[in-house]
């Protein structure tokens, strides 16, 4: 209830401009670095490349920004950030340190919200190494919403063998007050010769981390995610080359995990998209295919249960294969995937039909001219309606800047939710 009038204020100001004009996609904020349009090269005060955002219960949006500046081949920094009213708030900068070795993370990746209300979210590199930040193992760390308390909760592979994990995937908040992740390396198991994995759990209480969970060949290989079922319980997808992509589910109450074979066609270079993985409103399991050496995507769909995963037909053909990120159910029933690259190269946003697969919009608004820029990275719904998400490259910048992505919004004529 303490949220609604945070809430209130802030569909209030967005909804004037949100649906000014129909399906005008609007920069909300542009990341901006000094230096040449041409060169891009130079310092990123703000950060560079936003590819995180979510939506606070204070009805703030908070995000990550992967580098501190452009120019070096290298990943560099990175922010926290937070944005409100157009203006966005830096929480938390990545440095290199004294030792040059990013100490407490570098390059972070998704963000979540956890049931304290702090904000935790995982680096790829830095942490353990001495290598100027470009290797390492990255780390789990938490920052308040004013960008106070920053504390490294693990360092990833600091354990023998990385028994406790490396390579960490998006974060959850479970309902028994803790924040649970997975990681796609490390752990106690190996799958044909490789690391199978972990499940891990934090105690915000006292940032104790621990594995509750080391994958193996018996439970179908290496995790990809989490996504949070309508009963809180957790699902996921594991892999091992050979046998192909199975579900899990994690029941966070009694610790127990449960393996779902998913029964896949038979066809030659199918390659599920597991990271996409997205529960309908009747429990079916959506994500997407892609067969190798065939361009195109298409969409599948399983219920635990069935027999056999239902393959629909390609949604995309060789013109507009593009690279899925992001996929939601939408207020109007259906399937919303962000493109990275789409069907010109920029990206797009495509919906498609749960019932067959079939597309039924594609919106192109992205470019290297586009006021949001090109690639979306993250695609989101706001409850009136709107789509939000973030271009992790180009947008409008003034002179002796360059622009390096934005947060942005579009009015698709969806319904509120």
């Known amino acids: 209830m303490k949220r609604t009038p945070y809430l209130a204020v802030l569909v209030a100001l967005l909804t004037g401009y949100a649906y000014a004009s129909s399906l005008q996609a609007v920069a909300a904020y542009t990341f901006t670095c000094n230096g040449n349009q041409n060169q891009r090269s130079g310092p990123c005060p703000k950060g ?26 290298a990943p560099n920094g990175g922010t926290v950030f937070s944005l409100a009213s157009a203006r966005v708030k830096v929480l938390h900068t990545f440095v290199p340190g004294p030792d040059k070795n990013y100490a407490d993370g570098n390059l972070p990746g998704l963000l979540t919200e956890g049931p304290d209300g702090k904000l935790y979210g995982e680096t790829v590199y830095g942490g353990n190494d001495g290598c100027n930040g ?43 007050g803790n924040v649970y992740g997975t990681t796609m390396g490390g752990g106690s198991n190996t799958c044909e010769g490789y690391p199978c994995g972990t ?19 018996t439970t179908g290989g290496i995790p990809s995610g ?4 309508a009963d809180q319980t957790f699902w996921g997808t594991t892999e091992i080359g050979s046998q192909g992509q199975t ?30 993985l997205t529960i309908g409103p ?24 069935d027999q056999q995963t239902q393959l629909f037909p390609f949604y995309t053909n060789q013109d507009g294969a593009g690279t899925p990120l992001t996929m939601l159910f939408a207020s109007d029933g259906n399937l919303w995937i962000g493109d990275l690259n789409g069907s010109d190269g920029y990206g ?34 706001f409850q009136d309606g709107t789509l939000w998400g973030t271009t992790i490259q180009f947008g409008k910048a003034f002179t002796n800047h360059f622009a390096d992505g934005t947060v942005f919004h579009l009015n698709a004529g969806l319904p509120p939710r």
């Open 247 to 276: 579900l899990f589910h994690y029941t966070e109450a009694t610790g127990e995990l449960q393996s779902v074979p998913m029964n896949f066609p038979k066809v030659n270079g199918l390659i599920p998209q597991g990271r996409l």
């Open 348 to 381: 797009d946003i495509v919906a498609l039909s749960p019932s067959d697969g079939r597309l039924i919009r594609r919106l192109s608004p992205f470019s290297s001219s586009a006021a949001i820029g090109a690639y979306p990275s993250e695609i989101s719904q």
């Open 48 to 73: 560079g490349r936003p590819e995180s955002l979510i939506l606070g219960s204070d009805g703030k949006f908070y995000g990550a920004a992967q580098v501190s500046m452009e120019g070096d081949s």
């Open 134 to 176: 470009y290797c390492g193992y990255g780390v789990l760390y938490r920052v308040n919403r004013d960008g106070s308390g920053f504390r490294v909760i693990h360092k990833f592979c600091s354990e023998t063998n990385c028994a406790d994990g490396v390579d960490g995937y998006a974060l959850v908040a479970g309902t028994d």
């Open 282 to 305: 009747h429990g079916n399991f959506y994500g997407v295919y892609e067969i190798y050496g065939v361009s195109g995507a298409g969409l599948f769909e399983f219920h635990v249960g």
């Open 226 to 229: 989490l996504i949070v079922a």
């Open 199 to 217: 499940l891990f759990r934090v105690t915000p209480s006292t940032g104790k981390y621990e594995v509750v969970v080391n994958f193996d060949e």
